[in-house]
């Protein structure tokens, strides 16, 4: 290769500040080394990269092309020096997160471009399930956090969030019409809902009677799906149905006991070395040091 990344380096200096006197300052180096790198790299080029015009030295349309080209070029080697030096210091340079599907996605999201904002340099690996294991999300897909709701082995576990499940039917499901308050009998006669997934390694279900006769999904955009069809009941998470709830799309089930169901979702770190301080900001942000959100 004739050019060099310093040589492309010295071009977008000179173009983003202006011209040669500021970015040899910016660089540290003197202006007729400015001046030398950018006559030689269109002399390997053999390309026209400025023109002058007054007494401002302006990129013509070849120039601006090749910068244009050479930019994200640059932007990746610059990032890979960054996460060197992350290296070098003991910091993470790929960050996996395993989290529930459970857990609301405007949150999650919120606190990934926060950690992105402030990391740049780290790779983030981001797996979502249900029903994940962190013993299985760590040995198996070298996850650094897991979110989740199944018990862990491992020792460095907070509870970071609360879900509210709450039985619910579509307004034209038979069992609304029932002017009591429902038993055991009256669910067993209908069809339940229920999210599964194997993600763990073993099969896993949410609760159900023995005896109920029930529709398995793997998603609970498909459980909320199966109970707006009015085919089923199920105990979906009341945040994510509150919109049908309000228009009256979805009603609360009048049960004797059990209307509504907690799950737990917890913050399992696979390890929380003080030096790793992106896996330690990442959990932090997911709510390592705050108090349980209860929604």
């Known amino acids: 290769m004739d050019t060099t990344l310093d040589s492309w380096e010295i071009l977008q200096t000179v173009v983003h500040l202006g011209g040669f006197a500021p970015a040899a300052r ?17 002399e390997q080029l053999g390309v026209q990269l400025f023109e002058i015009h007054g007494r401002k030295a302006q990129l013509t349309e070849a120039g601006r092309a090749l910068l244009a080209d050479a930019e ?19 910091g993470a340079c790929d960050l996996c997160l395993s989290v529930d599907s459970i857990f609301p996605d405007d949150r999650l999201f919120e606190v990934l471009a926060a950690f992105s904002h402030s990391f740049p340099h780290v790779r983030l690996r981001l797996r979502q399930g249900t029903f994940l294991s962190a013993d299985a999300e760590f040995s198996l897909h070298d ?19 609360v879900i509210g499940m709450i039985a619910v039917a579509h307004r034209d499901h038979p069992l609304l019409s029932i002017q009591r308050r429902l038993s055991h009998s009256d669910l067993l006669q209908h069809l339940q809902v229920i999210i599964e997934s194997a993600a763990s390694g073993s099969l896993k279900q949410q609760p159900r009677f023995a005896a109920q006769r029930i529709l398995a999904v793997s998603t609970i955009e498909s459980a909320i799906a199966a109970v707006r069809s009015g085919l089923c009941f199920g105990w979906l998470p009341g945040y994510r149905v509150q919109p049908e709830l309000k228009r009256g799309d979805f009603v609360a089930l009048p049960l004797p006991a059990g209307k509504m169901r907690d799950v737990r979702l917890n913050l399992v770190c696979r390890d929380l070395d003080a030096s790793n301080t992106a896996v330690r900001a990442l959990a932090n942000l997911l709510g390592m040091s705050r108090e349980p959100e209860v929604i």
Do not use: D
């Not at 996850?143 to 969030?161: F, Y």
């Open 143 to 161: 996850a650094q956090i897991c979110v989740t709701g199944l018990a862990s082995r491992e020792p460095l576990v907070k509870t970071i969030i």
């Open 26 to 42: 910016k660089l540290h180096r003197s202006q007729s080394t400015i001046s030398y790198a950018i006559r030689r790299l269109q």
């Open 72 to 90: 994200p070029h640059l932007a990746g080697f610059h990032e890979l020096e960054q996460r060197a030096r992350a290296m070098a210091s003991g």
